[in-house]
């Protein structure tokens, strides 16, 4: 069975500006590791992680942001007035503690999330162990935040020229 490591969690900051948005997804995706409690180990190797895969993993993040920010507020919306717990996709008991609708959108999150993932040219596996590694290995989280700025600017460029035409 896949483990997929994708957490919701809320939306303290809004991501107006395309630097908030890089940061806050890293520390999303930093956030699940340590919401599990896991940690490298000091004689743990540096995971190789190659270009093409930075690249495929900051594409994943950027597609996944935006989805998990609407699965955050429509799960908000959801339960009322209660503060919205950590949900993460591969932990039954957090998605238990959710109602009914609640849990659907978040399961739906999850699986798109995977999906996302998957199109990426990365397993959920492979995934995880980047995002794990960007914890202890500083220069892969530099490599990953470049590769975000890099894609944003990128899509704003090709945003604006299509609006020029």
Known sequence: MQENYFIIVGNSIEHQLSTSLVLATLTSASFIFATLGWSAKANTPILKVSSTEVTSY??????????????????????????????????????????????????????DSQTIVESKKLTIERFNEITMETQNNSDLKRQIYNTLIRLQKESAAKAGARDAQ
């Open 58 to 111: 900051a594409e994943s993040v950027l597609e996944m942001e935006p989805k998990r920010q609407e699965a955050f507020e429509e799960i908000k919306k959801v339960i009322g007035s209660k503060e919205v717990p950590k949900i993460v996709c591969n932990d039954s008991k957090s998605m238990n503690s959710l109602p009914g609708k609640a849990k659907d959108i978040a399961i739906s999150y999850c699986n």
